[in-house]
């Protein structure tokens, strides 16, 4: 019989590509990691991994059974959250995750909704990155978490994870007000093209690796240029911030201009973010998961749209 437990190890093997990672991801040590997957090689009665060095790779009967795995733990979530219908309901710890715009203008309200409708449930929420939510879900690190993507970063399918759409944005270029004249004449299709007057301009980005950093670099490149990155900054309220003060320009999405402070004009490109509801495969009929979602839902501000499908 083959052990969840270590079918788990090597699906996230084969996601994570090493067993240090693994181990890390885990809390596990490397050793406890190689002797588990070692057992499960016995259990198998085939080569799963093909060791070189330190590396390690899967064979074509461990490719196979990382296939099958998924499927099983999927099963497995199902079967979770049905117990957990019949246990209690929405009750007990339901760890969020969230990338901070959602975190200030739609988890409050969502949190609210939930202690009025559903008081046995702890939501605690985490501030993430939405890059780093598949390995948290699949981790079990988290039960839910809110992620987006955008028009010029498509978003991967995400093994063992499913997702449903909750709201869609429109992303606006923040520039200095002396400014506003003109980004405001230009036709909302063009100002892609606009940008490109922008091109020797000082410019201002999330850090890199993230998708909201992506998604500047690349609509710059649509428009003809590389972006003259000057300053680093995930938070777009100090962003909007700089480029009053005239220390750059950049691209911010509707949910970072609420009250944006004076001395910035927005223009609105043809650009989308979507923000969509991620939990791992088989759990969105999990009490808690399917409680947060509606919550969510009802939660989202006026102006964005609700619910938004996938072009």
Known sequence: MLDVRRLRLLRELALRG???????ALAFTPSAVSQQLTALEREAGVPLLERTGRRVRLTPAGENLVRHAEAVLERLERAAAELAEVRHGPAGPLRIGAFP????????????ELAVR??????????ID???VAHALRAGDLDVALIHDYDFVPALREPGLDTEPL???????????????????????????EL??????????????????????RACQAAGFSPRVRHRVDEFGTVLALVAAGQGVAVVPQLGVVD?????????????????????????????????????RAA???GLEAGEEEP
Request: glycine residues 6%; positive net charge.
């Open 167 to 193: 709201c869609g944005e429109s992303m606006y270029l923040a520039t200095p007000a002396t400014a506003a004249e003109a980004a405001s004449a230009v036709p909302a299709e063009a100002r892609l093209r």
């Open 196 to 217: 490109a007057r922008w091109r020797d301009a000082p410019w201002i980005t999330a850090t890199p690796g993230t998708l909201c950093e992506a998604v500047t670099v």
């Open 130 to 132: 939405p890059a780093g």
């Open 101 to 112: 715009t959602a975190t200030r203008s739609i988890v409050p309200a969502a949190l609210a």
């Open 18 to 24: 090493t067993i240090a990672a693994v181990a890390e």
């Open 260 to 296: 944006p402070p004076a001395g910035v004009a927005l223009a609105r490109l043809p650009v989308r973010r979507r923000t969509k509801v991620a939990y791992r495969s088989g759990g969105a009929a999990h009490p808690g998961v399917a409680a947060v979602t509606r919550a969510l």
């Open 300 to 302: 989202v501000p006026a």
């Open 118 to 127: 559903h008081p046995n449930l702890e939501p605690m929420v985490s501030e």
